[in-house]
C-alpha cells in the first residue's frame, strides 16, 4: 500500500502564492509518476497538472499555464505543486495522486489511471 499526505492549503487572497506538497509512504517502489487533481463545489474532479517519474517531463492544463509549477523530489517521495497569481477560480479541494508502474517520462492526467489518491488539501482564494 501507499499513502499520499497533502500540506499546504489554505486562504489566500486574489494574487498570492501558496505551495501545495504531496508526500508519498509505505510501498514506494519503482517508477512512479504524480498527478494534481482539483474539485470545486458542485464540479467534477479535473486534471490541474503532472510529472514524471525523472521529472524531466511535466504538462499542466491551459487553465494554470505560467502560474501553476509542478516539481518533484524523489529522495524525499515529495511533490510540489507551486501556485502563484492564484484566482478566485482556482478555489477547490486539491488532490496528489500515483501511477506506479510507468516510465521514466510518463505522465498521466485520467482519473481511471490513478492507482493512488490522498486525501486532499482545501485551496481558498479571495476575492
Known amino acids: 500500500q501507499v499513502q499520499l499526505v497533502e500540506s499546504g492549503g489554505g486562504l489566500v487572497q486574489a494574487g498570492g502564492s501558496l505551495r501545495l506538497s504531496c508526500a508519498a509512504s509505505?510501498?514506494?517502489?519503482?517508477?512512479?509518476?504524480m498527478t494534481w487533481f482539483s474539485q470545486a463545489p458542485g464540479k467534477e474532479r479535473e486534471f490541474v497538472a503532472s510529472?514524471?517519474?525523472?521529472?524531466?517531463?511535466?504538462i499542466h492544463a491551459d487553465s494554470v499555464k505560467g502560474r501553476f509549477t509542478i516539481s518533484r523530489d524523489n529522495a524525499k517521495n515529495t511533490v510540489y505543486l507551486q501556485m502563484n497569481n492564484l484566482k478566485p477560480e482556482d478555489t477547490a479541494v486539491y488532490y496528489c495522486?500515483?501511477?506506479?508502474?510507468?516510465?521514466?517520462?510518463?505522465?498521466?492526467?485520467?482519473?481511471?489511471?490513478?492507482?493512488?489518491w490522498g486525501q486532499g488539501t482545501q485551496v481558498t482564494v479571495s476575492s
Open positions: 509505505g510501498r514506494t517502489f519503482g517508477n512512479y509518476a
Open positions: 510529472i514524471s517519474w525523472s521529472g524531466g517531463n511535466t
Open positions: 495522486a500515483a501511477r506506479f508502474g510507468t516510465s521514466s517520462r510518463s505522465i498521466f492526467t485520467r482519473l481511471n489511471d490513478v492507482h493512488y
